[in-house]
């Protein structure tokens, strides 16, 4: 925003990550982003505050973009972050200002929004509720908000939409689409949005599966179903499942809600199961492979849910390890970005981190790619080789070649490839 041209004050509770942006450390990893930061710190237009009352009263607009983690007991999205917000926002409220729903909320949560405002401010001054959801991709945020494929505005005012057209303004006038819409449907697309790319996930993983019993190759299967332009070769890449921070929590937070409207979303709960089925794979592999894993040493390549960021938030080399670890495995992982992140994590589960991928290969049985790390791409078949004391390459995320592969003597499993 503040790159757009406006003036953003940052406001958070969280003390300590409030300093460390004033020092301009960045409390997640992105490529560019701390240059990003650090000028438009320089340039004036953006700071950092606990100064909640203050951030609220100096602003047009209060994007709301807190967490909604999922409540693991209910599968629905917690809301109480988002709550919390409003009620902040509702006591600071001291002329016409939009709160703006960032943080991804299930339909009909502007409403509540509303009403906890009307109830915590004087009335003395209109506000509207505006839904505006995310679809930054972890890693790709910087260049997802500045050529966004579009922006869905949900509003239910003119006033609210005209200082909306104004924010994202820069933009459209980059020839960037921004829709409004309705305040209910903008908080659907959302969902509908990454549930759908979750399905398509799903659905190329199952074809993989069926690849592998039936004969093929899904990497051949998905060049050739994404050249038609209806489909779209994108968020075709077969492997061991979704994860991350969004798809697995959307996914089940839109069965949830759904069932709450009596809308039983059956291709969703098919998605969901797929993908837990999908993670365990590789160990079922190594099962066949070794009649105990006892003492075998595993190698791993890469624990973040995806590239580019050290985000492990439900990501399937978490649950593998975990499967690996009760069955006596000694697992050696190598992670460019998010090792520190699996040791918090996994605190407590016997796992040797190591600082390179070679070194997590010396003596292994086998190795395991969880994560499409550029590095392991162009990793050299002859050097796996000499290294490991095995010749098994469990390929989770498709990056090798198996004619290469078995050329070199590797028994190589691949998903679906
Ligand atoms: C996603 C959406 O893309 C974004 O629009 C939304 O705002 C947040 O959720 P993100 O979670 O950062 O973004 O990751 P994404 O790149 O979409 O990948 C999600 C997961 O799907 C990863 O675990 C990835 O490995 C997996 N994936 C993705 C596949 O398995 N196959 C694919 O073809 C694409």
Redesign the pocket.
């Known amino acids: 925003m503040a790159e757009l041209g406006h003036t953003v004050i940052c406001a958070d509770i969280d003390e300590k990550k409030i300093e460390m942006l004033k020092r301009n450390e960045m409390p997640i990893y992105e490529l560019g982003l701390e240059e990003l930061v650090r000028k438009n710190v320089k340039e004036g237009r953006l700071s950092f505050t606990t100064d909640i009352a203050m951030a609220i009263q100096k602003s047009d607009a209060v994007f709301n973009a807190v967490g909604t983690p999922e409540n693991k007991q209910t599968g629905q999205a917690e809301m109480k972050y988002v709550y919390a917000v409003a009620e902040s926002f509702g006591k600071n409220l001291n002329g016409y200002k939009v709160l703006v729903n960032k943080s991804t909320v299930p339909v009909g949560t502007a409403d509540k929004v509303a009403e906890i405002v009307r109830a915590t401010s004087d009335g003395k001054n209109e506000f509207d509720i505006v839904s505006n959801p ?7 945020a910087i260049k ?1 908000f500045l050529n966004p494929d579009r922006v869905a505005v949900g509003v239910s005012s003119d006033r609210a939409r005209a200082l909306m057209e104004k924010i994202y303004r820069p933009l459209a006038r980059s020839g960037r689409p921004v829709l409004f819409t309705d305040v209910r449907s903008a908080e659907i697309i959302k969902y509908a ?2 549930a759908f ?2 399905t ?2 799903s659905f ?2 199952e074809i993989a599966n069926f690849c592998e019993v039936a004969g093929g190759n899904v990497k051949e299967v998905a060049k050739g179903m994404g050249y038609d332009s209806r489909i779209g070769s ?6 061991i ?7 697995p929590k ?1 996914v089940k937070a839109l069965i949830q809600t759904g069932k709450q409207y009596g809308q039983d979303f059956r291709i969703l709960q098919a998605v969901d199961e797929v993908n837990d089925d999908q993670k365990l794979r590789p160990v079922t592999f190594l099962q066949k492979q070794f009649p105990s894993l006892e003492g075998k040493k595993i190698a791993v390549w890469g624990l973040s ?2 590239p580019r ?1 050290d985000d492990i938030r439900e ?2 080399a978490l649950l593998i390890i975990k499967a690996l670890v009760k069955m006596g495995a000694n697992i050696v992982a190598f992670d460019p970005v998010a090792m520190d992140n699996t040791k918090q994590e996994l605190e407590g589960v016997k796992i040797k981190y190591v600082t390179s991928s070679h070194e997590a290969l010396k003596g292994a049985d086998a190795l395991i790619i969880m ?2 790390w550029d590095e392991f791409r162009t990793a050299e078949y002859a050097t796996i080789k000499d290294l490991m004391k095995g010749n098994v390459i469990i390929d989770g ?1 498709n990056i090798l070649d198996r004619k290469e592969a078995e050329e070199a003597g590797f028994v190589y499993y691949g998903i679906g490839a």
Not at 234 to 239: D, I, K, T, V, Y
Not at 241 to 247: D, E, K, M, T
């Open positions: 995310e679809f930054l991709r972890e890693g790709a997802d949005s990454n790319l979750a398509k996930i190329i993983n994108r968020f075709l890449s077969a492997g499942g979704y994860g991350g921070s969004c798809f959307d849910f995806k960021t990501a399937p994560t499409e995320r």
